[in-house]
């Protein structure tokens, strides 16, 4: 009975050793395929990672490739404005742009006409055609106003000697760190000064009027009132006004030398009196010695 009961026990045994093994084994291999897996999906992870990384690279270089590009060409350049001092007859602003154009890229161009006064004589005297007298131009690019107005200064204006303008001179400055915003400024800045000049001589104008008319009003109404009183039969009170005219600088400076020759002559009377009586009075006492001796 003991040695069937032993080797049941070893047979169970047995049996459990067999069961752990054979787990152990299929664990083995379940952890040997996972780590087979692992490796493989790594590997794959790692060359798509290269793929991407390569193909971002490339992207990064074809984006800076087109920033360069686009900066290249959307690249932002500073004007610059030059003074046109001189500006010749019937000089117009397509002929400035079509003399400045091939030296560089030109933005707004303003020159100032004549005044109004200059104009009216133009006028009067057949003349229609509006002169200018300075100008400004803008170029997109500061150092081509910079090189235009180093290059051109002083030169004459005209390519040919057909052209009206050929003997004219260029009479140019680069205005540095000057904006068209300080020439806008400018000239609203000259527009309201003349418009209040305008105001104010339209206001005087009026007030010369206004107290010409009342004058006249008051003129008027004097001479009715005269005209009953010489009718009734009372004497009319007429006023008499007395004005006394300003001297002028010839009448002053004639009445200071009077004045000045008059003094230096009281002066010289003055002093003849003084010897006079001085002269007087030494007499006296000499008369009143030499009487005094011969009393004596």
């Known amino acids: 009975m003991q040695r069937r009961e032993e080797e049941k ?12 093994e054979e787990e152990q084994a299929k664990e083995d291999e379940d952890r040997a395929d996972d780590e087979d897996h692992r490796n493989k999906d790594g590997a794959s992870a790692a060359a798509a990672y290269n793929d991407e990384d390569a193909a971002g690279r490339k992207n990064n270089k074809t ?24 500006i010749p007859p019937r000089f117009r602003p397509k002929h400035l742009r079509n003399l400045l154009s091939p030296y560089g ?17 133009k006028r009067k005297s057949g003349l229609r055609r509006c002169d200018f007298i300075e100008g400004w131009v803008e170029f997109r690019d500061k150092r081509v106003a910079k090189r235009v107005a180093a290059s051109l200064h002083s030169t004459p204006m005209g390519t040919r000697k057909r052209q009206w303008f050929s003997s004219d001179l260029w009479c140019i400055k ?23 000049r305008l105001r104010t001589e339209v206001s005087q104008a009026k007030r010369e009027t206004n ?9 008027a109404h004097l001479d009715k009132l005269r005209r009953k009183r010489q009718r009734v039969g009372q004497q009319a009170d007429e006023k008499t006004w007395d004005f006394t005219q300003r001297q002028t600088e010839e009448e002053i400076q ?35 010695i030499f009487n005094s001796n011969q009393s004596e």
């Open 211 to 219: 107290f010409y008319l009342n004058n006249v009003d008051k003129s």
């Open 105 to 121: 890229e030109i933005g707004r161009i303003f020159l100032q006409p004549e005044d109004r006064q200059v104009r009216k004589r």
């Open 254 to 288: 004639m009445k200071k030398k009077e004045k000045e020759k008059y003094s230096i002559t009281q002066k010289h009377l003055d002093k003849g009196q003084l010897i006079q009586q001085k002269s007087q009075s030494n007499l006296s006492l000499l008369v009143k």
């Open 63 to 86: 984006k800076q490739k087109g920033v360069e590009h686009s900066s290249g060409s959307d690249k932002k350049f500073v004007p610059g404005v030059i003074y046109l001092g001189h």
């Open 174 to 196: 680069y205005l540095h760190r000057f904006q068209w915003t300080h020439l806008s400024e400018r000239l609203a800045y000259e527009q309201t000064v003349l418009q209040q």
């Open 9 to 20: 026990e070893r047979k169970t045994i047995a049996q459990r050793n067999e069961r752990e």
